[in-house]
Structure formats: C-alpha cells, structure tokens
C-alpha cells in the first residue's frame, strides 16, 4: 500500500533542482554546526601554543635537568637501572596520558601553576630480557592489575629492592617479595629530594629553579621555572616490560582501526605496571596494566579533526566532572579509541566533523556514564566505571545533559578559560619573574649553553610533532647527552 502525501504538498518534478539546504543543526541543542566548528578551531588556536627558540631552548634546558637529576638518582643507590629507557608524554598525568587515579593529586591549573606539562615514566625495574621469568599474580587483583612477585628474580635484585617490597611468609618456609608501588614512590621521592637539596646547593648559571617539589599519591610533581616558562613534570615510577600480556592477547584477534596503518610489532613493543590500584585493590601490593607505549603509536592513526573534538570535549568536561571524581580524561581517551573502531574510516577523516566528533563524545560519555560500563581499550573484559554508584553516576549525568543541551556556550567558556591562561603566561614573561636563562640569540653567553643550533632543531621537533611522545635513552655518565625518539625517529 502507497503512503499519501501531506495534503497539499505537490511531488517534485524529475529533474529539478533541489532547494538549497538550509544551515546543519544539532537536532539536541539546535546548535550550527558551523559555528560549533568554527568554535572549536579557535579553542585550538589558543590550546595549542606556538614555541620560538626561546621558548624551545627553555624545554630542552628543563629535561636536561630532569634527566641530569635522575641519573644522580641512579648513583645514589644503584636502584635505577644503569642503561635505563623512559617514556616522555605531552600533557601532565591530569591530562589523562595514562591511566592512573586523580583522587590524590593536588589542582595545579595551567597559567596560575604552570605553561606546559609533562608525564615522564620512569622504569625502576626494566624487564626486557625475555630469558627473566616473570610472575604476574592476578589472583588477588581486579582485572588490569596484578601483584608483581621478585620471587624469581636473582639474589641481587631482591636484596637490592627488598626495602621496597611487601614480605609474605609461606606455611613451607619460602618467602616471597611482592614489589610495592607505595614503597617505591616513597623511595623514589625521597631519593629526588636528596638530589634536588645537592643540586641547589651548588647552584650554575642557567640553571632551572625548582618552584615546587609534591608527592601525590605515587607520582611525583615537579614544577621547574626556566627563563620565562615554568614546566610541569609528573614523574611515574613504572616497570617495564617488552612483548605483551597474556591477559591481553585475545584484544590481538580482533579487527581494530590502525589495521594496515601500522604494524602490530609497533603497537605490541611493550607495556607497564604503573602504581594505582583498583578500587578493592591492596595499595600496598598491587599495579596497573598501562598501555602507554601502545597508545603513542595509535595516535599516529588518529585524524587531526578527531583529535581536534576530543580536546575540546576534554576541555569542557575536566572540570565539570572533577568532583566527586568518577570520570578522567583517560576515559574519554578509551572512549575516543573504541570510536575508532567502530566508525568507518571515511568518516572519522573528514576534515570539517570536529562538531560531530565533539558531540557524539559527549553522548558515548552519557551512555557510558549511565549505563555504568567504560571497557578498557586494551582489555575490554575490564569495566573501568562499574565501581560508581548510582548517585555519582546520575549526578555527573545531569551535568553531561546541561553540556549537551548548548554545546556552543561550554565552548565558549572553555576558549575564555585558555585565553585567559594564556595571558597569565603572557603576563609572567614580561614580568620576568622566574629565573632567567640565556637567550641563544644572546652574545657572550656561558659557552656550556645549547647554540642556536640547538634551539632551532628543537623548535622544529615541537612544531613538527605536536602532541608526540619521546622515549628517552640516557646513561647515567654522561648525563649530557640524552639520545631521545620522538615517536620512530631518532634524534
């Protein structure tokens, strides 16, 4: 049977042109697309800052002095492995670059605390020899954790670590080490800060000021003053491993979206224990399964307007769901990835769905929220959300409605919120109230300092790999060269 016509509607005839089609909506808030668009790419402008040679200079002096400061690190107790390889990420941990718990950590807002942030993964224990037997004990953990047993390990190791580790006395007489996340950060503070008291009181010119030393939880948070900068760096303790977990494996079965883009041995070269614990979890004992290294090389996959509509969601919602703390931006992360692969390709590369992008984030959000159910990436059989409870969940959803309902004016407000971080960074430059450095275009500097060179390599390396994360190689004696790679290039 034929459906009728509205009355008095007139079939259009074959052929004719059609009416031209009015702005997009969004049918949820009625916002225009366009303008939404056009919203976030100025929250971009302002979110991601250009870097000159000073500026590019002032980074590298600041790792350079992280790096310096852990290899006395390693001279101190012989801890830290010898030839050790780190992890350095754009964005702090309250970024939500790794999975960890932001219950603990102190507020450090961007422009009052800092102008740029970092997460450095430190391996206290790096496992990369496959002839090292290895006992991961998940008996006792929710899934994505574990308890990390030395009991295999040589008589050095364990003597070397034992003050760092939870005893356990068997009935037969064995005793076994289980490698404490709480006791190594309290180690690995307490280390810095013996260091950090031995570096100032020799003072060199150029040298970073260091404004802030905290313990949060189990990271360690740095705030270093360099000419007109202060960087941000949250130092992680982790343990390193090469290959992949056998909890994760059936994840390898399936069909994902970098298929054909990149090769599985770069997404499976390695993951971490870092130190969080489930909800239930001993903190004492138990670790978290962190993907990391894997992430740096999805990211490679990831279309810039994709990207572009998950920092402005994260932008808009950070604050908004910081308490009671439920959601983290690491989250949105994983929600961003399973998008990936549930969406066609063609889809996610068109340039103008930054909008889109934003809010069907926002509505993954809500139904996860809602529905109490956040799948890890990695190992989806791990509900990252199912420990909320009903009032959390329905309170953090009411506020997700209200962002949902206009869009456009949380975007605004956002833009607002960087522009006046922005100035406040602005505004300590021309002050010049932290400690300055030379500038490299300057004459008669310390000839220990990097050139122009340097500088200018640099700028190209931060302008060129936005974003991008660094893996470090350092020996501890010759803590002046560090050979760092961003992301499959050395430098």
Same mark, same amino acid.
């Given at each position: ?62 790792? !350079?002095? %992280?790096?310096?400061? /852990?290899?006395?690190? $390693? =001279?101190?107790? #012989? ?5 050790? +390889? ?103 503070? !307490?280390? %810095?800060?013996?260091? /950090?008291?031995?570096? $100032? =009181?020799?003072? #060199? ?5 260091? +404004?802030?030393?905290?313990?949060n939880g189990t990271i360690i ?17 982790v343990v390193s491993f090469k ?74 919602? %950070? ?79 009411r506020k997700l409605s209200s ?89």
């Amino acid at each position: 049977m034929k459906m009728a016509a509205p009355i008095g509607s007139k079939p259009a005839p074959l052929g004719a042109p059609s009416k031209p089609a009015g702005p997009e909506l969004d049918f949820r808030s009625g916002a225009r697309t366009e303008e939404l668009n056009k919203l976030i790419q100025e929250f971009t402008k302002h979110d991601q800052r250009e870097y000159d040679d000073q500026r590019a200079l002032e980074i590298h002096t600041a790792k !350079d002095f %992280i790096f310096s400061m /852990l290899g006395m690190v $390693q =001279k101190l107790d #012989q801890k830290l492995p010898v030839a050790n +390889e780190y992890l350095l990420l754009s964005g702090g941990v309250r970024e939500g670059v790794v999975d960890l718990d932001l219950d603990e950590l102190n507020v450090y807002a961007r422009g009052t605390d800092y102008d740029m942030d970092f997460t450095l993964l430190v391996p206290a224990l790096k496992l990369h020899d496959r002839n090292q037997p290895v006992t991961l004990d998940m008996r006792h953990s929710a899934l994505c954790h574990s308890w990390l047993s030395l009991r295999l390990f040589d008589e050095g190791t364990i003597s070397k670590w034992k003050d760092c580790c939870t005893i356990v006395d068997h009935i037969n007489g064995a005793t076994n080490y289980f490698f404490s996340p709480t006791k190594v950060a309290d180690w690995f503070y !307490d280390s %810095i800060s013996i260091v /950090l008291s031995e570096i $100032q =009181k020799k003072p #060199q010119r150029g040298m970073p000021k260091v +404004e802030k030393v905290e313990k949060n939880g189990t990271i360690i948070s740095i705030i270093l003053g360099v000419g007109s900068s202060r960087m941000l760096y949250d130092i992680v303790p982790v343990v390193s491993f090469k290959g992949w977990p056998a909890v994760a494996q059936s994840w390898l079965m399936e069909n994902h979206f970098w298929d054909g883009k990149i090769t599985e041995e770069e997404v499976i070269s390695g993951f971490y224990l870092v130190p969080a614990c489930s909800y239930k979890g001993k903190k004492d004992n138990e670790w978290r399964l962190s993907f990391a290294r894997s992430e740096v090389q999805l990211k490679k996959c990831i279309s810039s307007s994709l990207m572009q509509g998950y920092q402005a969601c994260k932008a808009i919602i %950070i604050k908004l769901l910081s308490r009671p703390k439920a959601i983290s931006p690491y989250h949105l992360r994983s929600m961003m990835l399973w998008a990936c692969d549930r969406l066609p390709a063609n889809y996610l590369a068109q340039e103008d769905y930054a909008a889109h992008f934003l809010l069907g984030l926002i509505d993954d959000l809500q139904h996860c929220l809602v529905n109490k159910m956040c799948p890890n990436y990695f190992i989806p059989q791990c509900n990252m959300l199912e420990h909320l409870s009903e009032e959390t969940v329905m309170l953090h959803a009411r506020k997700l409605s209200s962002v949902r309902s206009d869009p456009a004016e949380h975007l605004r407000t956002a833009i607002e919120h960087v522009k006046a971080a922005n100035r406040l960074t602005l505004e300590l430059q021309r002050r010049g109230s932290t400690s300055s450095i030379p500038s490299p275009q300057s004459d008669g500097g310390d000839p220990n300092q990097p050139d122009d060179r340097l500088a200018k390599k640099l700028q190209q390396l931060v302008t060129e790999n936005p974003g991008k994360s660094i893996s470090v190689f350092i020996n501890p004696d010759d803590v002046t060269r560090p050979h760092f790679r961003i992301d499959d290039k050395f430098f």
